[in-house]
């Protein structure tokens, strides 16, 4: 994972509805990057729908949430329709802003091993460094959290 302190890489990636985002051309606001597993699971709909219920919270701190995962353009557009998901989902299908950003890795579950995203968020500066890192997240209130870090 990348620490504290070092440039965010940079990206373009396709997002939800058609378009692109590329990391360097929001430079000047704060962004969180929040990487989960899979769309439409339950632990990734509780957090794309925490960070939609603060979307507007996030804005007025000058802050853009984007959501990644390896899940295509086609998915992030069935999953922000089923939820009414105000976040954009940016899709990185072939996972290297994954492997940039540290977050793909092995993982165990029912004692099988497999590789996958670890559920992390980054917050980067308006500078385009990363000023916090919650590795391993845990869903129960981590938007609240990572909003409270972006007032700061």
């Avoid at 439409?40 to 984007?66: H, I, M, R, S, Y």
């Avoid at 938007?143 to 870090?149: F, I």
Wanted: hydrophobic share 40%; net charge negative; with cysteine.
């Amino acid at each position: 994972m990348l620490d504290i302190g070092q440039s965010a890489p940079d990206f373009i990636l396709p997002r939800d509805g058609g378009d692109t985002v590329r990391l360097s051309d929001l430079r000047g606001q704060k962004v969180v990057l929040y990487f989960y597993p899979k769309d439409n699971t339950p632990g990734c709909t509780t957090e794309a729908l925490d960070f939609t219920a603060l979307k507007d919270d996030f804005a007025a701190a000058g802050t853009q949430v984007f959501g990644i995962s390896k899940d295509s353009v086609k998915k992030h557009d069935n999953f922000c329709a089923k939820h009414s998901l105000g976040i954009p989902l940016l899709s990185d299908a072939d996972g290297t802003v994954c492997e940039d950003y540290g977050v793909w890795a092995q993982k165990q579950m029912y004692g099988k091993t497999f590789w996958g995203i670890v559920r992390a968020t980054y917050l980067i500066d308006a500078a385009g460094t990363v000023a916090q890192v919650w590795p391993k997240v845990k869903v129960a209130g981590h938007a609240a959290q990572v909003l409270e870090a972006a007032r700061a």
